[in-house]
């Protein structure tokens, strides 16, 4: 397991951040989601050989940008 921090932006309310958690749940290899509206973050716990790339294209899909912090 390995623990990510990714920077997100454009949420603006806790539909959004439900957008993105939603959207980061259903990658395959993670474990554990949580965003912070506030800190415009989601740390995501995943499985070692998870790529980052699929977190970064999930959030994409939800419509924000996401990267690695």
Do not use: F, H, W
């Not at 990714?6 to 395959?28: H, K, N, P």
């Not at 949580?34 to 970064?56: F, H, Q, W, Y």
């Amino acid at each position: 397991m390995k623990q990510l921090t990714l920077a997100v932006e454009g949420m603006m309310c806790d539909g959004c951040a439900g957008a993105v958690r939603e959207a980061l749940t259903e990658v395959a290899g993670v474990e554990s989601v949580d965003v912070s509206l506030e800190e415009k973050r989601a740390r995501v716990t995943v499985a070692n050989g998870t790529p980052d790339a699929a977190l970064i294209g999930a959030v994409a899909a939800a419509g924000y940008e996401a990267s690695v912090l």
